[in-house]
């Protein structure tokens, strides 16, 4: 079969239909974790055929980490306010605080297996860590040409696990889901410090 042929033939999911499985299977993850999370609950959840699973996204890694990416609000590389602080911010306005309540639980049920599936691990740094680490870099190269960050600033390399960090340890040291107002706080008095760049 041609790779034109296979894709054709995995594409027979409507768009709003792929949207639907998308949804059940962050809907399980939540629920029972990824490790109980079966081909066979996401096709009963989701009225499908494993076999229809199978062939449009061929494992359970890659369907988990589209269904994340799908999840995603919206590319990185669509903001551009002017400032670095206007562009955190706004990535920030992406989200209300139930959604980043329930993406929190998202990523704590999938932080536990990555370390016993290497293959949702590579999936997830492939299609989802990787291209957005890419467009952090792009952001900040616009901070970096406006003289907002030094070139040589030592905090470059920790933008995204400064964020990540803030997003996903609230919940485990203060008992809290992360807010939109905690996360503008924390880019204010944490990360734009530490860029040296214009807090205001």
Known sequence: MTAEAATARRSRITPEREAELYEAVLDLLREVGYD???MDA???RTRSSKATLYRQWGGKPELVVKAMRHNKPGEIDEVDTGTLRGDLHALMAHEDDCTMAQNSALMRGVAMAL???PDLR???????IEPEMVQ???L???AVDRGEIRADCPALDFLVP???GAFATRTLLEDQPPTRAFLL????????PALGAPTT
């Open 36 to 38: 109980a999370l079966t």
């Open 42 to 44: 996401v096709a009963a």
């Open 115 to 117: 370390h016993q599936n």
């Open 122 to 128: 590579q999936a997830l740094r492939d299609q989802l």
């Open 136 to 138: 952090f870099r792009r």
């Open 140 to 142: 900040l190269q616009r």
């Open 162 to 164: 400064m964020m990540v």
């Open 185 to 192: 706080s924390y880019i204010d008095a944490v990360i734009l």
